[in-house]
């Protein structure tokens, strides 16, 4: 069923509310500052127009489990297939949920776009890579559902915060060559990913982070192995930096100098790897910005800016 937005207003400021207590406890789910500063963001650039929604639609089932997307459309209607984004949500790969992503969603279906919130199987009861299949089986769901939304199938896209930022990341990397459609994003938007999970970068680079005993909890959970030589190999096909290659998805990169849940060195090695290879990548930094809420106006503004580059970016990659 096809509800409009303004049938949602309700659920919209309880989200703002929601959002709002996150001042408290965000160490239990520190992505959340990003969507935060996502909110006031969209808000402050009047994103409410007449777009159009279109909720829980199952795109996969596995076993009893049924996994749904939510479809946003852009408000005028089609004269030509439209570009479209898939955005996913973070939250350790553990927890979270599609409709986190709503704002962002209507924000990048006002620009045009037909947007695919879509949710996936969580550790520790599936770990990797039941994620990564599920997010490609979206996309593909997407391709083959490409005529029936009027969604153009070779401009698809990626957006996806912390850890839905690295599933987005794997989407513009690798594809599974044994099924007859393409998984594969045209571009990557990340917002704070993580590129190297291997425990040993971790503990390095988060060596003083009070942070680094939950990551490492996080990241056990993900994989469902403990590291050792005999593992390496699993973590390191976890690894986005490990799927690098010359024939990677443009990737526009967003993340805060002072995370201590993904260290800025996590992107920044991504981004040394894409050049290497010569495929088109930017790396916004944020000064003052860690992983969690900040709501100092300069650091929300800088961030606000770069997400608007991001869709430019976009833009840039599905529109020409």
Known sequence: ???????????RA????????????LRSWPYKGYLLVLYCGIFGFGCHREVSVQQNIVYRQVGDTQLELDLYFPPSKPKKPRPAVIVLHGGAWRHGDKGDMMEVAIKLAKRGYVVASVGYRFAPDWPFPAQLED??????????????YQIEPEKIGGLGASAGAHLVALLGLVDDASKPVSSKVACVVSLAGPADLRLPTCRTEL???????????????FIGHPYNAETDQLWRAASPLFHVTTEAAPFFMIHGIVDQVVSIKQSEALLKALKANRVKVELRLIPDLGHSLDVKPKVLYRFWQAIRASFRFLDQHLKK
């Open 135 to 148: 997010v490609q089986a979206a996309v593909r769901w997407l391709r083959q559902h490409a005529e029936e």
């Open 14 to 25: 309880k989200l703002y509310r929601y959002l709002c207590r996150l001042l408290i406890g």
């Open 1 to 11: 069923m096809i509800d409009r937005i303004s049938e949602m207003k309700r659920e």
């Open 207 to 221: 060596a003083n982070s009070p942070e680094l005993e939950v990551v490492e909890q996080w990241l056990f959970d």
